[in-house]
């Protein structure tokens, strides 16, 4: 198990739910965090959790599902000028239940994939080569245990891409100090996960952490799950 202190990891959808706990969780361990919400004033609440951690903290915005702010957002994230050791791509949308699940717009299909997909791909292609070059990286992408539920279709089928597309970068990772691997949080009380979700938010630590403290010769594409993953930290 690697040692994060001074470490600088980017969490996205980190301004409140599981990318909140992740940070905190984090600055925990001593490493520095880039909060990420869809506007500045989002992360306050963050930001403020934090202070009693003796760490760098960063503010980064955008809407994921806007190409242009994701751009936006990598350029702050690459002002900041420090090196991002370790990437959560931990924001996600779900669009809403269809009954008929014949029903899913296209307007649905498109939002899923912008946000839990193609948004991933981009801070995957900016922050990953660098991480090659510095010899380290941890990318954790977060996934979903979810099945038989097509009238979750949208969300379903974009967490299905996220672990492909995992699968396929770790292929290019392999004989660097750079791992890429999928996260399942479990079903938390989140805005997403809804009240009725078996866990709190707060039981997706320790076992969030784990991908971001493996070895350098450690899993790579291979699947994590928070809640039945058993840490000592």
């Known amino acids: ?8 990891a980017l969490v996205t959808g980190s301004s409140r739910g599981i990318g909140q706990q992740i ?4 600055a ?37 599902s806007d190409e242009n702010q994701v751009n936006d957002l990598i350029k702050q ?7 991002i050791d370790i990437l959560y791509n931990n924001a ?20 899923s994939m912008k946000v839990n997909v193609f948004a991933m791909y981009s801070l995957c292609s900016s922050f990953i080569p660098p991480m090659i070059e510095n010899g380290f990286g941890r990318i954790i ?19 299905w891409a996220v672990n492909k597309l995992t699968e396929d970068i770790a292929i290019k990772l392999v004989g660097t100090g750079v791992r890429i691997n999928t996260l399942d949080p479990g079903w938390l009380r ?4 809804g ?21 350098d010769n450690g899993p790579n594409g291979d699947f994590f799950s928070a809640i039945n993953h058993h840490l000592d930290l």
């Open 141 to 159: 992408n977060l996934t979903s245990s979810i099945k038989d539920q097509p009238e979750l279709a949208p969300y379903g089928a974009s967490k």
């Open 190 to 193: 989140t805005d997403l996960g």
């Open 28 to 64: 925990k361990l001593g490493c520095n965090v880039i909060v990420h919400g869809r506007t500045k004033e989002s992360c306050t609440t963050t930001l403020q959790l934090l202070q009693k951690y003796p760490v760098k903290k960063y503010c980064v915005y955008g809407v994921l």
């Open 92 to 111: 996600a949308i779900m669009t809403p239940y269809q009954q008929d699940y014949w029903k899913h717009s296209w307007e649905d299909w498109m939002m």
């Open 195 to 215: 009240e009725f979700a078996e866990h709190p938010v707060e039981a997706v630590l320790p076992g969030a952490l784990a991908p971001a403290l493996i070895d």
């Open 1 to 8: 198990m690697i040692v994060l202190k001074d470490k600088n």
């Open 77 to 83: 994230v690459q002002n900041l000028n420090i090196r």
């Open 23 to 26: 940070v905190e969780g984090l």
